[in-house]
């Protein structure tokens, strides 16, 4: 079964301190890796896709990796505004069936930056 | 406007009552997705419409109706819902081909009492 888990469940940190999030999955076929950030009451925004292992991506304080078992978002002197839940999630390729293009979330972390 | 907006933003019903969730995307995109996210549970697929066909019923109860009249629109008709239906509404949309990025519009937190 295709799932996603992700850690820590919560992370508090102080302004400036470094820090990465987890996210683990099984996927019979990865066609995809995404990233969303979701502010409380609202819906996810998109901060990056991911395709193949090795791939880096980078925004700002925010740096996405992709090995073939996980990824995980490096946060680089994160700032209050920072502030958010991170939602990972996976999409099949389809050719193990399942349905191509549906994505599978984890549950987020939440993270808190303190000035 | 632009982007996917969701109306209303909150919605309180009781459990007899029936209403409607519209989402509209200004994006030109013609894959649209409902999803509903329940507090400490990953964001669930519910229904998925490309180019206006219902191409996926994620086993949603008969009392969550989707609707989509054109590749713009879609809505999501309630009826008899229970306590634990409530959520916050999720719409998505993403351009041809069910594969490409979706972009999530604001949600509508539902409250059923």
């Known amino acids: 079964e295709d799932q996603v888990t992700q850690s820590p469940e919560a992370l508090r940190l102080q302004e400036g301190e470094s820090s990465s999030l987890n996210c683990s999955y099984t996927v019979s076929g990865l066609r995809g890796l995404f990233w969303y950030r979701q502010d409380p009451g609202k819906g996810p925004e998109f901060l990056f896709t991911?395709?193949?292992a090795g791939e880096e991506k980078e925004k700002e304080r925010l740096k996405a990796t992709l090995t073939k078992k996980e990824s995980f978002l490096h946060i680089t002197a994160p700032k209050p505004e920072d502030s958010a839940t991170y939602l990972c999630a996976v999409q099949a390729d389809g050719f193990y069936g399942g349905s191509q293009g549906n994505l599978i979330f984890g549950k987020g972390t939440k993270l808190s930056v303190k000035p | 406007e632009t982007g996917v907006t969701q109306t209303p933003r909150h919605l309180v019903m009781g459990m007899t009552n029936k209403k409607s969730l519209k989402c509209e995307q200004h994006l030109g995109h013609n894959a649209m997705y409902w999803y509903k996210q329940s507090a400490k549970k990953p964001l669930e697929l519910m229904f998925v419409?490309?180019?206006?066909?219902?191409?996926e019923n994620n086993s949603v109860p008969s009392r969550f109706s989707p609707e989509c009249p054109n590749s713009s629109h879609l809505f999501l008709h309630l009826h008899t819902l229970q306590p634990e239906d409530s959520a916050l509404y999720l719409c998505?949309?993403?351009?041809?081909?069910?594969?490409?990025?979706?972009?999530f519009g604001p949600g509508t937190r539902l409250t059923v009492l």
């Open positions: 419409y490309n180019f206006k066909e219902q191409t």
């Open positions: 998505a949309s993403n351009p041809e081909g069910l594969t490409d990025t979706q972009y």
């Open positions: 991911l395709y193949s």
